[in-house]
């Protein structure tokens, strides 16, 4: 089956199960459970066929992973979850598994990520008085909590508070957050509403609350921080009466209207004592207005348990795109909650009339589409987008046509989007390689011209060194940090816009983006078997070490040389090259797993999961493995792939290597243990690896099922061969075309 045939095929978009989200029935579980049963019946299913049963949304959120354990949706706009007072950078995402403190529930977060933002329209229950017990060490009203006390799952989160006799629940749809609190005894049942509350870089800078009726209260917070301008507005709608109090900073004001640069609300509902109250909280990056429709079209009721179900059957058949057979309910768990956080984002910022915030600071609105936000591409690139036209080929074009709204309202493809802000956080133009995928797959309807006029102007500007990439075939180290990390990215980018330029039928620039891509080759000291920095004469920099870090300073971004050397996916029959042979090429590729993790200078916490200078905590490495497909010892690869998914991933709240880096870390694992791999994640082709599973079937949306499948694996043995439809395949992919049809691909163990 052809793209364009896949592209006709699915006609379900993504903005119709947002819509839906609200209307789901146990009906439509039963339907769904029946269908998951039916097409597992001779699987080696232990205690469950509920996928849902695999996901823990705990895990990450302890160590350095920076994942949140709050209610969402896939890709959904709301990330309704606790927050903790933070305690330094293992707080990033606003919650952490060793806290046992809660300060309230936020409506928006961040997975993964290594800095800090969202956290926006905090909401505290409590039944004490305010602003009094606010003064404390953590400076905010808080309540503490029993781990025992605490539950999630994929669509809903729940946390008993023991001293203050509040159970509070929480659910959500794609663009509303929908709570529910059941009351005790203790005391006058009462809700905070902060606007002013901020944690990591964000401040508030600009809120605004106005009480409409004694149901309904709306308002917007605006703030400043990794985002630089970022405006969020909101409706709550309370299935109760309630009286108010405004508060400017902590001090009471009078009235139904604040505006102010912290504003609280503190709302009462004396009536409800031994019960429960459910709250819808509506959001809009555009108006008041938008959140007050998005709460209409998806939660006509205050229903929290047909919410919650909706909630759960959107995960669910977000899922069960792919169905894994094996007797380890382990292996299950930790594959499932990867698939589930690779579901996570980009978040959805369009409201359900396509307004959004634009990155000129203007409201727009999509047509056609749905426009998403928080493109952490530096990470994402190399196989959350790849696994994301497998899963969802129907949602790349909208991410597509996001990020071309973004190069029409700023000028520039984003490189880092977070909330219509550019944040420049990373290094590299990785948007390209993504949307070169997607028109190269047959899964964007934008017109490729404008796609090839937005890489190219990437490609040519005059900043971040890549100016003087252009002119010198590399960048003087003294000229500009992080270069030999920058030019070996940019040159990783390049060869995705000549790609696009070849299909285009554009020969000069085809020729001129080629020679550019293979610019890696002017960084390479035969000498020392490194890619090493040069100074602007053209010599090698001195006092040159391979393990030597130091953060934001060196030649290397986030890495050291060890780990950089090996960046070239996009030509790795040159790099092997430059080592001289494949002997030397593989005996360099072990020793980078076998020296000493030992490293000197100013380490990042980031650059964690080592296995000898190999860092599986950070990004730059993970294609590292696959390297040894394309020689005569792939097995040793195949090792390398067991040891790191046993090791850098575990069914644990700390049982990420780090930061999951919004799904990146979670898709290797994902990819990994399907057998495969988007080494170049722009050329089609998933490099063999090893596969964890005695089945696994991709469910596309077309009906079409890929079956992966393995035979005479004990766990120890080693890849063979793999067949292809009962053929034997003389290489050492599997196509993205060959993925997406009927089929089935067997690894053969010996």
């Not at 039963?30 to 996928?51: A, G, I, R, Y």
């Not at 992966?708 to 395949?729: A, M, R």
Request: some cysteine; proline content about 3%.
């Amino acid at each position: 089956m052809n793209m364009n045939q896949i592209l006709k095929t699915t006609t379900i978009k993504l903005l119709s199960l947002f819509i839906l989200v609200g209307c789901g029935t146990a009906e439509d579980t039963t339907k769904l459970s029946t269908q998951l049963t039916k097409d597992n019946v001779e699987k080696k299913f232990t205690t469950t066929t509920d996928v849902l049963d695999f996901v823990d949304p705990f895990i990450g959120t302890g160590g350095h992973g920076h994942t949140f354990p709050g209610a969402t949706v896939p890709f959904g706009m709301v990330q309704l979850s606790p927050d903790n007072p933070s305690k330094g950078w293992d707080w990033t995402s606003g919650y952490h598994h060793s806290d046992d403190t809660l300060i309230g529930f936020s409506h928006t977060h961040l997975s993964g990520t290594g800095v800090g933002d969202l956290l926006d329209i905090l909401v505290m229950p409590f039944v004490s008085e305010y602003p009094k017990n606010s003064e404390n060490d953590v400076e905010h009203l808080y309540a503490t909590y029993k781990k025992e006390n605490e539950t999630a799952s994929a669509g809903y989160y729940s946390v008993y508070l023991e001293d203050e006799d509040i159970k509070a629940e929480l659910t959500s749809t794609a663009r509303v957050g929908v709570h529910k609190y059941s009351f005790g005894h203790k005391g006058t049942p009462q809700l905070l509403i902060d606007l002013g509350y901020a944690q990591n870089f964000d401040k508030a800078v600009d809120t605004y609350f106005k009480v409409e009726n004694n149901h309904t209260l709306v308002g917007y917070r605006k703030s400043a921080g990794w985002a630089k301008h970022q405006p969020v507005y909101f409706v709550m709608e309370f299935s109760e009466k309630f009286q108010h109090q405004l508060f400017n900073d902590k001090q009471a004001i009078s009235g139904n209207e604040l505006n102010a640069t912290k504003s609280e609300a503190v709302l009462r509902f004396p009536q409800l004592m031994g019960k429960a109250l459910n709250v819808k909280v509506g959001l809009s990056y555009a108006s008041i207005d938008g959140a007050r429709k998005n709460i209409a079209i998806e939660t006509q009721d205050f229903d929290f348990n047909k919410t919650k179900l909706a909630a759960e059957n959107l995960w669910r058949k977000q899922l069960n795109k792919v169905s894994v057979t094996d007797a380890s309910e382990v292996s299950k768990k930790k594959f499932y909650t990867a698939l589930y956080h690779s579901f996570m984002a980009p978040h959805l910022f369009s409201d359900a009339n396509g307004e959004y915030y634009g990155a000129d600071g203007k409201t727009h609105k999509a047509e056609g589409y749905n426009r998403y936000t928080l493109f952490s591409l530096w990470d994402t690139f190399r196989t959350l987008h790849p696994l994301l036209t497998i899963t969802n080929p129907e949602l790349v074009d909208d991410l597509v046509k996001s990020m071309m709204a973004f190069y029409d309202e700023a000028g520039l493809l984003p490189s880092w989007d977070l909330m219509s802000n550019e944040t420049d956080v990373m290094i590299g133009y990785h948007a390209v390689p993504v949307i070169v995928d997607a028109y190269l797959k047959g899964l964007t309807t934008v017109d490729p011209e404008k796609l090839f006029e937005a890489s190219k102007k990437s490609a040519m500007q005059n900043r971040f060194g890549i100016d003087l990439f252009r002119e010198n075939g590399y960048i003087p180290s003294e000229l500009e940090v992080e270069a030999v990390s920058k030019a070996l990215e940019y040159a990783y980018d390049d060869s995705a816009i000549a790609q696009l330029a070849q299909a285009l039928g554009k020969d000069e620039e085809y020729q001129y983006f080629s020679k550019r891509a293979q610019s890696y080759k002017t960084l390479f000291d035969k000498s020392v078997g490194f890619m090493r920095g040069k100074d602007k004469n053209g010599q090698w920099v001195e006092k040159f070490s391979p393990t030597h870090v130091d953060h934001r300073t060196t030649d290397y971004t986030e890495a050291n040389a060890w780990q950089y050397t090996w960046f070239v996916p996009h030509d790795v029959d040159g790099l092997k090259g430059l080592f001289g042979s494949e002997e030397k090429f593989v005996k360099k590729l072990d020793a980078l797993f076998t020296v000493s993790s030992d490293m000197e200078g100013d380490v990042s916490p980031d650059i964690s999961g080592l296995i000898g200078q190999y860092a599986h905590g950070n990004e730059p490495c993970h294609h590292i493995p696959y390297l040894y497909s394309f020689t005569k010892e792939k097995w040793k690869g195949e090792a390398r792939i067991r040891e790191i998914r046993e090791s850098m991933y575990r069914a644990e709240p700390d049982g990420l290597a780090g930061n999951d880096d919004v799904g990146q870390m979670s898709a290797w694992y994902v990819m990994s243990a399907l057998g495969f791999y988007p080494l170049n994640p722009s050329d089609g082709r998933y490099i063999f690896g090893t596969p964890l599973f005695e089945q696994v079937t991709l469910n596309h949306d077309n009906g079409d099922k890929f079956v992966i499948t393995q035979v005479n694996n004990d766990g120890k043995n080693y890849v063979e061969s793999v067949d292809l439809n009962d053929n034997k395949l003389a290489r050492n992919y599997v196509s993205y075309q060959e993925l997406m049809a009927s089929g089935k691909l067997e690894f053969l163990f010996k």
